[in-house]
């Protein structure tokens, strides 16, 4: 069992920077793949970027080279930090975990978040 808490979302202009976390219980959190995924109203949860056991980390095109996940086992956090950020980055974001390979889609994380708002002003 993993209960997940995002904190770190806010109002930023378009161009400014966000650092998302996501604080793990639980002693197995090293296992887990972490994800974040967000989503607006009437649109379905999307992909954001993934960070593997191996450390191995994937993105979703729109936020790659300007996005980028990590994870301290140590702390059992994940984070998210959020570079030139544009008003279509809007939405709440959610992180979760999964213990399966199917890791891109939100079907394969069995344990989430309560989510956090970003939205980004033009």
């Known amino acids: 069992q993993v209960q997940l808490v995002e904190s770190g979302g806010g109002l930023v202009q378009a161009g400014g920077s966000l650092r998302l976390s996501c604080a793990a219980s639980g002693r197995t959190f090293s296992s887990y793949t972490m994800g974040w995924f967000r989503q607006v109203p009437g649109k379905e949860r999307e992909f954001v970027a993934t960070i593997r056991r191996s450390g191995n980390t994937y993105y979703a095109d729109s936020v790659k080279g300007r996005f980028t996940i990590s994870r301290d086992n140590a702390k059992n956090t994940v984070y998210l930090q959020m570079n030139s950020l544009k008003p279509e980055d809007t939405a709440a974001y959610y992180c979760?975990?999964?213990?399966?390979?199917?890791?891109?889609?939100?079907?394969?994380?069995?344990?989430w978040g309560q989510g956090t708002q970003v939205t980004v002003s033009s």
């Open positions: 979760a975990a999964s213990d399966n390979n199917d890791y891109m889609r939100p079907s394969g994380y069995g344990y």
